[in-house]
């Protein structure tokens, strides 16, 4: 069975075509980083009409790229939710539509499942059980999964995102959007000596996450250096480094504390944060101790993409799960509702296979605005 896949959840156009048997043969990202980045942030309006405008050229580029046409796609996925409303709508209007006219199932995906699932576009993929640290602009979560579709929401982040906190803590530091992968780069500058930030929330046992305090911490930060430092560029730096190994070392601790209840010694990492090497460095050196396995997806697949929906559609059709006509976008939606896939051995082999020779030779469009790090 081959899926075709259409993210359109926020400000990256993605298209990507899974095949049961060969993987990934295509994919594509479009993003709209120069449209939001004279605003500082995502204007959902504009992100909903570039979406008009990208979806359907992204389609025919990636059908092009894997040298099919449309009578060689069996099924259709798209992001159902969470996300912007209109963005969302946009991708699942054309999706649906789309296999309406093709006469083929479509199903509308969970973005977080997406990411989740993303890992297994990689060799080696992850096997079930495994807890799942899901770090995007949107959502920081700890995932109990146990097989697609069985998923334990383990923590969350009870304010901001650890996403949206570096994109927030880049703007006090007046870093061009998208601020997480500029502060990330700014922080290789920094000296991790000269400040040290709160790891909030890891002195108590559950595993839940705040991370908006960090950010007043930046402000304060900066504001009371700014005033008496002759190195406002070094400061800067310094800051940004502090904020980074705050949030990472954070995000390890409370990692560490999930793999020691008893589900496991599989880590998987998924979403836009997960992308960023110095936590990528740092989670290495935990599983090692923990004696675990950690998995990632490659930068690409991190953050926003089709190929992920591509791959997470592909297990729910091929589960005959399927969207009806009247199809509905959801801006919240919890990983907990999702029905489960039980048939056996749905996962795994068939999501890696091919996969990286295909993509290699695909690649993605808009590189500079998709690049993370
Ligand atoms: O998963 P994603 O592409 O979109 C959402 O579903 O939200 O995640 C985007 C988030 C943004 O907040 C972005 O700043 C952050 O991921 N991000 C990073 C890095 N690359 C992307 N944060 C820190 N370091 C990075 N290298
Ligand atoms: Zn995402």
């Known amino acids: 069975m081959r899926v075709l896949g259409i993210e359109t959840s926020c400000d990256e156009t993605g298209v990507g075509v899974f095949d049961g048997e060969q993987g990934l043969l295509a994919h594509a990202v479009y993003s709209q980083v120069e449209i939001h980045a004279k605003y500082g942030g995502v204007v959902p309006e504009l992100a909903s009409r570039d979406h008009v405008r990208k979806t359907l050229p992204l389609v025919r580029q990636v059908l092009d790229e894997a040298g099919l046409t449309k009578d060689a796609i069996d099924g259709v996925a798209f992001t159902a939710g969470p996300g912007l409303v209109g963005a969302l709508l946009v991708g699942a209007a054309f ?24 890992p297994m576009l990689e060799e080696p993929a992850p096997a079930f059980p495994f807890i799942a640290l899901l770090v995007s602009g949107g959502h920081t979560q700890l995932v109990a999964a146990e097989a697609i579709g069985r998923y334990r929401l383990l923590g969350e982040s009870l304010d ?7 994109d927030k803590t880049a703007k006090i530091l007046a870093l061009p959007y998208p601020g997480g992968p500029a502060l990330a780069r700014l922080a290789e500058q920094g000296d991790p000596r000269r400040y040290r930030f709160p790891r909030p929330m890891t002195g108590r046992p559950g595993l839940d996450f705040s991370f908006s305090g960090l950010k007043t911490f930046a402000l304060n930060t900066l504001q009371r250096e700014m005033a008496r430092t002759d190195d406002p560029a070094r400061t800067r730096a310094d800051i940004a480094r502090a904020f980074e190994d705050a949030v990472v070392d954070t995000l390890v601790i409370k990692c ?38 950690v998995f990632y997806p490659r930068p690409a697949f991190c953050t926003d993409n089709g190929a992920m929906i591509a791959c997470a559609g592909w297990h729910r059709l091929r589960a005959d799960q399927t969207e009806p006509l009247a199809f509905k976008p959801r801006a919240r939606w919890s990983l907990e509702e999702l029905p489960p896939v039980d048939a056996a051995g749905a996962v795994g082999a068939a999501g890696a296979a091919g996969a990286a020779g295909a993509v290699g030779a695909v690649g993605a469009v808009g590189a500079a605005g998709t690049e993370t790090e």
């Open 256 to 293: 560490r504390q999930a793999l020691r209840r008893g589900l496991g010694k599989r880590l998987v990492l998924a979403g836009g944060v997960s992308a960023n090497r110095r936590l990528r460095a740092r989670m290495d050196e935990m599983v090692a101790q923990e004696q675990g396995e």
């Open 95 to 118: 999706g649906r539509s789309l296999a309406w006219a093709w006469g083929v199932p479509a199903i509308g995906v969970h973005h977080m499942e997406g990411h989740l699932l993303a």
């Open 160 to 166: 901001d995102a650890a996403g949206e906190a570096f």
